[in-house]
């Protein structure tokens, strides 16, 4: 089946760092990515939705400089969190939009600002 | 419709016995449903999708009902097992013009043996 495939699965930075998390399809081609980040105990929360290509989209409340998309080749998504702090710590997680209308998700980044 | 952040709530079932979970929606343009399982650490898990044109459909031990009238899906988990207990997603496309799903508030599923 359609596999994205999602890294790191964990880092910790400094704060004031960046850090970029990557997001591939393994087995097809994804035009639209999408990123989401997910606090504990709570669901999950649209941040962007990537198309290859051109600008992501942000939703209402995401800082596009702080949270930089991009989204190159149809088989890469990747997400910068830049100048990183601790109350970016969270649960990131990809996923990619399938030509028959599913979606599939990555296995998670979980990162932690010192 | 969007989802506010709200902590988990939680259904506790006796292992064997039927699971049942609900969600309410709030956008009626939307046309596309999922569920997703997440287990702790890991990115959600497809389980079951209906369009909005149906207003039920079963796979392997899961059936999904959709209600539009009262904006309200649900999640039936036959002969629950211990590998079961997850945290339960539904997730909404606002329209088929839309690509983007948004996620509902989710419910914690815990199995009594």
């Known amino acids: 089946g359609a596999v994205v495939s999602q890294h790191p699965s964990r880092v910790i930075c400094k704060s004031g760092t960046s850090v970029k998390i990557e997001c591939r399809s393994l087995d097809f081609q994804a035009t639209t990515m999408f990123w989401y980040r997910q606090f504990p105990k709570q669901s999950l ?32 998504s990747t997400l910068t969190v830049t100048s990183a702090h601790p ?16 979606y599939t998700f990555g296995s998670g980044t979980r990162l932690t600002v010192v | 419709g969007e989802s506010v952040g709200l902590h ?5 079932v006796q292992e064997g016995d039927n ?9 009626s343009a939307s046309d596309y449903f999922i569920w ?4 702790s650490g890991k990115g959600p898990q497809f389980i079951i999708d209906i369009r909005s044109n149906m207003d039920k459909r079963q796979g392997q031990r899961v059936t999904v ?10 999640l039936q988990i036959a002969a629950t097992q211990p590998g079961d207990s997850a945290v339960y997603f539904c997730a909404e496309r606002a329209s088929s013009s839309a690509s983007k799903i948004i996620f ?5 599923l815990s199995i009594r043996p």
Not at chain 2, 19 to 27: E, F, H, K, P, Q
């Open chain 2, 19 to 27: 699971s049942i979970i609900n969600c309410a929606y709030s956008n």
């Open chain 1, 45 to 76: 929360m649209l941040m962007a939705t990537s198309n290859e290509g051109s600008k992501a989209t942000y939703e209402q409340g995401v800082e596009k400089d702080k949270f930089l998309i991009n989204h190159a080749s149809l088989t890469l």
């Open chain 2, 65 to 74: 009902l959709l209600n539009k009238t009262v904006k309200h899906l649900s």
């Open chain 1, 87 to 102: 109350e970016d710590s969270s649960f990131y997680i990809c996923s990619a939009s399938l030509p028959n209308d599913g």
């Open chain 2, 36 to 39: 997703y399982k997440q287990e």
């Open chain 2, 104 to 108: 509902g508030s989710g419910t914690r």
């Open chain 2, 8 to 12: 988990l709530p939680t259904l506790s």
